[in-house]
């Protein structure tokens, strides 16, 4: 008798316990869904204020937010492969007969390969913004008159050394 009445109070706890979990998750929930509906509707009202902008505007924006995050592309490029060039020195003097070698190169190897993929996706985004910035260059300079010959220079400098690059 005695264990029935531990069982029945078990189960009584169990069922308390996961009706208390229930609820934490159901708010935690209901939270959630109700920021992702703020966020949906914020981005509705952006969409209908980018819609009243003339298109002049999101050019001359995409021209110059454009050529900032490729700057910023080619800096974070430059200072991977600086990054990468010494770990591959730090690699090639690490000494083969130590009993430790393998687990050095190891622990070197995986963020290297790291920084390497995470340079090829930055270099996907060059090869897409590059063709952007310059329908955008092209198009500031017929449509608005802006003098926009050096720096479509400079990105097809940069195109030329991406496809180089994709070459070799």
């Given amino acids: 008798m005695q264990s029935g009445g531990i069982t029945f109070a078990m189960i009584w706890f169990g069922a308390g316990a996961g009706t208390m979990v229930l609820l934490y998750y159901a708010a935690r929930l209901s939270r959630a869904w109700g920021t992702s509906g703020r966020v949906a509707a914020s981005r ?5 204020k980018l819609a009243s902008v003339p298109l002049d505007t999101h050019i001359a924006t995409e021209w110059t937010d454009g050529r900032r995050r490729l700057d910023a592309l080619l800096a974070l490029i430059e200072a991977l492969a600086a990054s990468l060039e010494r770990e591959v020195a730090e690699l090639n003097r690490l000494d ?3 009993p430790f070698y393998e ?3 190891r622990n070197m190897v995986s963020p290297a390969l790291r920084r390497f993929t995470f340079d090829q996706h930055l270099r996907g985004e060059c090869r897409v913004l590059v063709p952007l910035l310059e329908f955008c260059g092209r198009d500031l300079a017929e ?3 802006m003098n ?4 479509l220079a400079a990105l097809a400098e940069i195109k030329a050394a991406i496809q ?5």
């Fill in 143 to 145: 449509s608005q008159g």
């Fill in 148 to 151: 926009t010959t050096e720096q």
């Fill in 103 to 105: 687990r050095a190169a």
């Fill in 164 to 168: 180089s690059v994709d070459r070799g």
């Fill in 44 to 48: 509705s009202a952006v969409r209908a």
């Fill in 96 to 98: 083969t007969s130590d």
